[in-house]
């Protein structure tokens, strides 16, 4: 659903359309709602085509009453409104769980287990269950039991140590490594990779995504440069950390960026020529010892022209070398465009669903509901008849 074709319904919530497109067409989900890595997980899986009820509170939100529902990453999926302290509403959340592939949740360990929706009882229900669980430090360890962000996932790591130029602080690359690389897409993999499994064996399993584990295997080729020689462990003095002259960001005459990464001789000759020098005339490009000297050149020259001035003299030139875009600027790039890299649902534009499949392709079925809003067509679609619905209102464990 794309557009002007995503319709909102009377209460509040989206319209859906029955069916879906995507790899994973016809897998059943119940997502028990949390914030940040887990609902990334589930947005990239529904926009898979994954069918997945997301069960959540229907009180204490993040969005005002009568604004749009902002939160992306709800998308592509219905709400369900549950009151998971009713006994009514974990006996409705078990009896679904016999009729899916895959439960989620986010919740800090030993949450599920004391609401009764724990891995247990939900293998009980359905030894083909397949249940994802994110958590910063894992479901076990000295930290298990403790807060924190992705900031403190990050550090402990060794993701966030790296980040920073020479002499200064390490800097947090937003929550990208954590909640989402670490994180999100983590568990969107293990939740995958275990459904094929149980398809496989009909064996179920539990899926612990934890931000640190994740982060740290984002570090995995950091760690072969390290024992391979190739990596200082100081920040700002590596080939990836801005400590080379010719993978940095450069300020260019009316205060915005040009990206370069000219790593290969060939694209660096390319850059080379394109801010007007002659490879001969300077040390050799990897030649650590003239780094400092080279960079405060190349910044020089970056200064000399604007953003579009340089983007100009490098399109089409294999210099590796790309103009810096905003959040909002990116939908615009021509080959964001090219590609619909970026796709608008009512109204709203955002990145579309990645990465892309040929013959079963991925789309966004609808934008965000507010809690609970889809209850009632959610639960008749999975079986709940209209009587039963009204009846678990009724007892409060459903909003």
Known sequence: ?????????????????????GPLSGIKIIELAGIGPSPY??????????????????????????????????????????DLKNPEAVALLLELVAD??????????????????????????????????????????????????DINYIAISGALWPMGRSGDIPVPPLNLVGDFGGGG????????????SARATGVGQVVDAAMTDGSASLMTMVHAFRFAGLWEDERGANMLDTGAHFYEVYE???????????????????????????????????DRSSWVDMKALFAERFKTKTRDEWSAIFEGVDACTLPVLSPAEAPDHPHNRDRGTFVEVEGVVQPGPAPRFSATPSEISKPPSYAGADTDEALASWGIDASRVAALRSAGAIG
């Not at 919740?107 to 229900?125: S, W």
């Not at 001969?280 to 490009?285: G, L």
């Open 252 to 286: 260019t005459s009316d205060g915005k960026y040009m990206s370069v990464g000219a790593i290969e001789r060939k694209f660096y000759a390319e850059l080379m020529a394109g801010l007007g020098l002659e490879v001969s005339d300077y040390p050799d490009q990897m």
């Open 41 to 82: 997980a589930c947005m990239l899986l529904a926009d898979a085509g994954a069918d997945i009820l997301r069960f959540e509170r229907t009180s204490g939100g993040m969005i005002p009453e009568g604004l749009p529902n902002w939160d992306l990453l709800n998308r592509s999926r219905r709400s369900v409104g549950i």
């Open 100 to 149: 899916a592939d895959v439960v989620i949740e986010g919740f800090r360990p030993g949450v599920a287990e004391r609401l009764g929706v724990g891995p247990d009882e939900c293998l009980a229900a359905n030894p083909a269950i397949v249940y994802g669980r994110m958590t910063g430090w894992g479901q076990d360890g000295a930290l298990a039991d403790r807060a924190g962000h």
């Open 185 to 196: 897409m983590m568990l969107a993999f293990g939740v995958t990779s275990a459904l094929l």
């Open 1 to 21: 659903m794309r557009g002007d074709d995503a319709g909102a319904a009377d209460d509040g919530g989206t319209s859906w359309e029955g069916t879906v497109a």
